[in-house]
T-cell receptor, first 116, second 114 residues
Framework: AQSVAQPEDQVNVAEGNPLTVKCTYS??????LFWYVQYPNRGLQFLLK??????LVKGSYGFEAEFNKSQTSFHLKKPSALVSDSALYFC??????????????FGRGTSLIVHP | ETGVTQSPTHLIKTRGQQVTLRCSSQ?????VSWYQQALGQGPQFIFQ???????GRGNFPPRFSGLQFPNYSSELNVNALELDDSALYLC?????????????FGPGTRLTVT
């Protein structure tokens, strides 16, 4: 089965500083990777995805992610953090269902806290 | 905001009881997936429905069951509730085959079992 790992439970960063939320993956075949964000008392929102092509993927709200095949990583980044970016971030990998469809399989999540 | 809605928002049940959670999918989406998100964990896949048939199932016991209706709305039923069933239950809708990993989530139902 495909899987992702998020090694940090929490990331703290000052507003205006760059942020990185880490994710590594383990897959058979080509990886299809995603980032989702969850704000308090809300469902998950899709941020961006990597399928193929450029290793730097741009997504919503100024976020981007860097795919690195040699390090099997897909880290989420933003050049300048905002207090409103504080949320739970989930990395996910495309997994195959026996019924012929796909689902995202999620990591444990990383809590991002941006301090004013 | 996605067009996926879930009801109720919160509910409290007693161990051994049964519960039904409801989900309306985003317009044009005929595939619905359900997830359980325990506190401090990522969402865990329960099952997926496509055209009213179960299309795949995660590692959950048979007391977790579901339905999908002709209008693509869906229900999650849990029988014989256990304390460990306390979690946020998320519904997600998606386009059919090839696009089902791009999922649009509802706000969730917070279930507390006492």
């Amino acid at each position: 089965a495909q899987s992702v790992a998020q090694p940090e439970d929490q990331v703290n960063v000052a507003e205006g500083n760059p942020l990185t939320v880490k994710c590594t993956y383990s897959v058979s075949g080509n990886p299809y990777l995603f980032w989702y964000v969850q704000y308090p008392n809300r469902g998950l929102q899709f941020l961006l995805k990597y399928i193929t092509g450029d290793n730097l993927v741009k997504g919503s709200y100024g976020f981007e992610a860097e795919f690195n095949k040699s390090q099997t990583s897909f880290h989420l980044k933003k050049p300048s953090a905002l207090v409103s970016d504080s949320a739970l971030y989930f990395c996910a990998v495309r997994d195959f269902l026996s019924g012929g469809s796909y689902i995202p399989t999620f990591g444990r999540g990383t809590s991002l806290i941006v301090h004013p | 905001e996605t067009g996926v809605t879930q009801s109720p928002t919160h509910l409290i049940k007693t161990r051994g009881q049964q519960v039904t959670l409801r989900c309306s999918s985003q317009s044009g989406h005929n595939t619905v997936s359900w997830y359980q998100q325990a506190l401090g964990q990522g969402p865990q896949f329960i099952f997926q429905y496509y055209r009213e048939e179960e299309n795949g199932r995660g590692n959950f016991p048979p007391r977790f069951s579901g339905l999908q209706f002709p209008n693509y709305s869906s229900e999650l039923n849990v029988n014989a509730l256990e304390l460990d069933d306390s979690a946020l239950y998320l519904c997600a809708s998606s386009l059919p085959s090839g696009r089902t990993d791009e999922q649009y989530f509802g706000p969730g139902t917070r279930l507390t079992v006492t």
